[in-house]
């Protein structure tokens, strides 16, 4: 695996020459410190972050993987460090409201900063990343109360999120969830069930984990339409935001995977953990469609993500395996051999991959440029 290079020129030609950022921030209400020099920093800073923090740890990570003992599941060497140094810069919060701790920034600038850094290490991605749909499915369907209580600690990265919707009964076919959710005196409700693969679902990175988790009322209508949604936490947070007892939300296990292994992905046991219903009863499937949509994005990501690694890899490749002459004649005599990136088919290939990662990157950008409007998240069209 080479050593990874942001693609910066590419990401600017596409802000400057292609899509016209100046201009489309301009014309938003949340786009006035978007800047030219503001998104050309945090290029640069992301940049070196993805570059020197968290490239480096990328196939070490994968090869040591995640490690689970007594439910505790440990992250791989170094990725607590690459967290502390990703919540101190504030990248977590690149494009959330200012009213909760970020910096208010048009949603595309993380696009940007989320590409560079599924790039350079996707596990590592994976735990903020998951963070970002918890956040807007609060920030859409939480009450005033549970926004104050949750957001900021998640904007800031000091806490991460998760969205558990898959038991073992039932993949996609949510209709078939059977985690109950029984209300109690004081208005919370006590969830019990399990539920399998859910990414980012313990760790060791922060103080607590917010899982957003799909369940049923006791009196609940069959099928998809008796779905409700609750915030569970992994510890309870107190009135005044401070952490308090340990939630009865257990990890049971972490999978066995083939790739990014650095990421958990656990099985949670919910034994009447306590939980706080989001948005209106039986309406949680709905709400959750946030998070979904959310998910979707960064599944886009990830795609162009890999193209961009698997084109810098080929070209490392390329420039450093020798085999057999250039078809015009020697073009490295000290060799016995001519590097396979002289050989025109080759250099197809090449240009092949360049022109689907940057196609992808420029079709991501142009339809996925959010604004935030009366705290909810409109899909904008350049």
Same mark, same amino acid.
């Given at each position: 695996?080479?050593?990874?290079?942001?693609?910066?020129?590419?990401?600017?030609?596409?802000?400057?020459?292609?899509?016209?950022?100046?201009?489309?921030?301009?014309?938003?209400?949340?786009?006035?410190?978007?800047?030219?020099?503001?998104?050309?920093?945090?290029?640069?800073?992301?940049?070196?972050?993805?570059?020197?923090?968290?490239?480096?740890?990328?196939?070490?990570?994968?090869?040591?993987?995640?490690?689970?003992?007594?439910?505790?599941?440990?992250?791989?060497?170094?990725?607590?460090?690459?967290?502390?140094?990703?919540?101190?810069?504030?990248?977590?919060?690149?494009?959330?409201?200012?009213?909760?701790?970020?910096?208010?920034?048009?949603?595309?600038?993380?696009?940007?900063?989320?590409?560079?850094?599924?790039?350079?290490?996707?596990?590592?991605?994976?735990?903020?990343?998951?963070?970002?749909?918890?956040?807007?499915?609060?920030?859409?369907?939480?009450?005033?109360?549970?926004?104050?209580?949750?957001?900021?600690?998640?904007?800031?990265?000091?806490?991460?999120?998760?969205?558990?919707?898959? @038991? #073992?009964?039932?993949?996609?076919? =949510? !209709?078939?969830?059977?985690? *109950?959710?029984?209300?109690? +005196?004081?208005?919370?409700? %006590?969830?019990?069930?399990?539920?399998?693969?859910?990414?980012?679902?313990?760790?060791?990175?922060?103080?607590?984990?917010?899982?957003?988790?799909?369940?049923?009322?006791?009196?609940?209508?069959?099928?998809?339409?008796?779905?409700?949604?609750?915030?569970?936490?992994?510890?309870?947070?107190?009135?005044?935001?401070?952490?308090?007892?340990?939630?009865?939300?257990?990890?049971?296990?972490?999978?066995?995977?083939?790739?990014?292994?650095?990421?958990?992905?656990?099985?949670?046991?919910?034994?009447?953990?306590?939980?706080?219903?989001?948005?209106?009863?039986?309406?949680?499937?709905?709400?959750?469609?946030?998070?979904?949509?959310?998910?979707?994005?960064?599944?886009?990501?990830?795609?162009?993500?890999?193209? @961009? #690694?698997?084109?810098?890899?080929? =070209? !490392?490749?390329?420039?450093? *395996?020798?085999?057999?002459? +250039?078809?015009?004649?020697? %073009?490295?005599?000290?060799?016995?051999?001519?590097?396979?990136?002289?050989?025109?088919?080759?250099?197809?290939?090449?240009?092949?991959?360049?022109?689907?990662?940057?196609?992808?990157?420029?079709?991501?950008?142009?339809?996925?440029?959010?604004?935030?409007?009366?705290?909810?998240?409109?899909?904008?069209?350049?």
């Amino acid at each position: 695996m080479p050593t990874y290079k942001a693609p910066l020129r590419d990401m600017r030609f596409l802000i400057n020459e292609v899509l016209d950022y100046s201009t489309h921030y301009a014309s938003l209400s949340n786009g006035a410190d978007a800047t030219p020099d503001m998104v050309d920093a945090i290029l640069d800073g992301a940049a070196a972050l993805c570059e020197d923090v968290l490239a480096p740890i990328n196939l070490s990570g994968d090869a040591e993987g995640c490690t689970f003992s007594n439910g505790n599941v440990t992250t791989p060497s170094g990725f607590k460090e690459a967290y502390k140094a990703f919540v101190e810069g504030g990248w977590q919060g690149l494009s959330f409201p200012t009213e909760y701790g970020g910096q208010g920034l048009p949603m595309s600038v993380n696009v940007f900063k989320s590409e560079m850094a599924g790039t350079a290490n996707w596990s590592f991605n994976m735990y903020p990343g998951l963070s970002i749909g918890c956040i807007n499915t609060l920030m859409q369907y939480g009450t005033p109360a549970q926004k104050k209580l949750y957001l900021p600690p998640l904007v800031a990265g000091e806490w991460t999120g998760t969205m558990c919707l898959t @038991e #073992a009964q039932c993949g996609t076919d =949510l !209709a078939q969830v059977k985690t *109950r959710a029984v209300p109690q +005196a004081d208005g919370t409700f %006590k969830l019990t069930g399990t539920k399998i693969f859910i990414s980012s679902g313990e760790h060791d990175l922060t103080d607590n984990i917010i899982h957003i988790v799909l369940a049923r009322l006791p009196d609940a209508p069959a099928g998809t339409r008796g779905i409700s949604l609750f915030i569970v936490p992994k510890v309870i947070v107190n009135d005044d935001g401070t952490l308090g007892a340990r939630n009865a939300v257990n990890c049971g296990s972490i999978e066995h995977k083939m790739g990014i292994r650095a990421s958990s992905t656990a099985l949670l046991n919910f034994d009447d953990a306590t939980g706080y219903m989001i948005a209106e009863e039986n309406k949680g499937l709905e709400a959750m469609f946030t998070f979904m949509n959310t998910a979707r994005i960064g599944t886009a990501i990830q795609g162009v993500a890999q193209a @961009e #690694a698997s084109f810098q890899g080929a =070209l !490392a490749y390329a420039r450093e *395996r020798r085999s057999m002459r +250039a078809l015009s004649g020697k %073009k490295e005599p000290e060799f016995a051999a001519d590097a396979l990136i002289w050989h025109p088919d080759v250099r197809r290939m090449l240009l092949t991959q360049k022109a689907f990662a940057f196609y992808n990157l420029n079709a991501i950008e142009s339809v996925f440029i959010q604004t935030i409007a009366t705290g909810k998240f409109k899909m904008v069209l350049l």
